[in-house]
């Protein structure tokens, strides 16, 4: 290897520290040193093929804006004491997942998002109602509604064939049949326990009803009503002649073993158990179907789960963590983010909910429909601590709970009244989730 002489030495190295100086001087580092790191913290999504496709997709933007993207993925319990701690320390991920009442509780630590709001409403046909309910507070938008989980009907059409039923449109119509059903063997089944989809269907039942927790306020009790009193007597009714007691004990894999085992005939539940009956090729699938969730004198609403993106506002990288929301929306990625996850996925834009997997299944067609009846929990009230409180207490499937093993509807709502006021004056403790 040929020499090198004092005089070429301290030519080569002058230059290098004559170009260090000169990017130094003028704020910009080279490219080697202006790689910067974005990062998202989102939950296990219950599709893990989901997670793999937002995987696949941050690493394209990344290529292409330049950048590394990092996605993080963690329990879902895992993720308020998560939020909690980097919105204590000020340092953590640029971007985040949000539900309920995240984006109101986080307010004036999350960024402005209503830029990306317009732009994407405008390209993609408009957002539904609910993503307004959810992500839009005081101080604007704090957060871009990015997928929800449709809540439909889950049924087995083969003991809804042996009884001579059709599916019920109504939730008395699901008290009549389920009480044939029971008789058959097939009982009905709704959870009045602590698990998530306990508090989801109980919210579509009383807002089907004209029913409702807290006023608009946010603060004003609601849930002391003629409307409430009938909902408890329809689930004490529900409970004696259609289901089993086992419902009070149930997690919100309980409803999916008890349709897949065929022992239940209905539940009120995402699309899961279809999906994991398809992918295990299990014969039962050939049954499983879907009807739109029940309405009442009221109409039909419900309480699917939201989920949302949001950016810190601590993060450096504010600008190119909304190009990177931008690109998660194109269609073609977002038919691609609703491929992966079976159909799971659903769309807070119109435009986007015309994607095959729906429309080509009869199962499923009538999915992408139930952003039509969404609200946020709480309605008709923005989410904020109190519902919050509300839900991860589990008051609502207790003060059933309360009802159907005995004690007087009317002191099974006073119950619930206070145990809400408690939690609008922020005096519960945080529970479950």
């Known amino acids: 290897m040929p020499g090198t002489s004092r005089r070429q030495f301290l030519k080569q190295t002058t230059g290098v520290a004559a170009g260090t100086v000169s990017w130094l001087a003028l704020g910009n580092a080279p490219a080697f040193a202006q790689k910067r790191e974005l990062t998202f913290l989102s939950w296990n999504h219950f599709v893990p093929a989901s997670d793999d496709e937002l995987r696949k997709q941050a690493e394209a933007f990344g290529k292409q804006a330049g950048v590394t993207v990092r996605v993080d993925t963690i329990a879902h319990l895992q993720l308020p004491a998560k939020w909690a701690a980097e919105a204590q320390a000020q340092s953590g991920h640029d971007l985040r997942l949000c539900g309920g009442a995240d984006p109101f509780l986080y307010e004036h630590q999350l960024v402005d998002m209503g830029d990306v709001i317009d732009d994407l409403g405008k390209k993609y046909g408009g957002w539904y109602p ?9 101080s604007g938008w704090k957060a871009v509604p990015w997928f929800w989980i449709s809540f439909p009907a889950t049924y087995n059409t083969a003991h809804f064939k042996q009884a001579g039923l059709e599916p019920p449109k109504t939730w008395a119509e699901l008290l009549h049949h389920g009480k044939i059903l029971k008789k058959q063997g097939n009982p009905v089944g709704i959870a009045i326990s602590h698990c998530a989809d306990a508090n989801t269907t109980f919210w579509s039942v009383l807002w089907s009803h004209g029913g409702k927790v ?36 149930w997690d919100d894999a309980s409803n999916n073993r008890c349709i897949l085992a065929g022992k239940c005939s209905w539940i009120h539940n995402p699309i899961s158990p279809y999906a994991a009956a398809v992918s295990k090729k299990m014969p039962i699938a050939d049954d ?20 949302s993106i949001a950016i810190w506002k601590f993060s450096k990288n504010q600008d190119v963590a909304k190009d990177f929301i931008k690109f998660l929306f194109r ?33 499923l067609a009538m999915l992408p429909k139930e952003a039509e009846y969404a609200h946020e929990r709480g309605w008709p009230a923005k989410p904020n601590a109190a519902v919050q409180l509300i839900q991860v207490n589990y008051i609502l499937p207790d003060m059933l709970a309360k009802a159907v093993n005995g004690m007087p509807t009317k002191r099974a709502i006073a119950w619930a009244e206070e145990q809400v006021k408690l939690a609008g004056q922020g005096k519960l403790k945080q529970g479950g989730a």
């Not at 609910?130 to 005081?138: D, M, P, Q, R, V």
């Not at 499983?288 to 989920?307: M, Q, V």
């Open 331 to 363: 269609k073609e990625n977002y038919d691609a983010f609703i491929a992966a996850s079976q159909g799971f996925n659903h769309p807070p834009l119109k435009n986007l909910a015309d994607h095959p997997i729906w429309s080509q299944n009869p199962k």
């Open 130 to 138: 609910f993503a307004k309910e959810g992500s839009h507070t005081g």
């Open 214 to 249: 807290l006023e608009a306020d946010g603060k004003t009790p609601a849930i002391n009503s003629d409307k409430t009193a009938q909902v408890i007597e329809w689930y004490k009714e529900l409970y004696r002649d259609a289901m089993e007691p086992e419902v009070l004990s």
């Open 288 to 307: 499983i179907s879907h009807h739109a969730s029940p309405g009442g004198p009221a109409g039909i609403h419900s309480a699917p789960p939201i989920n």
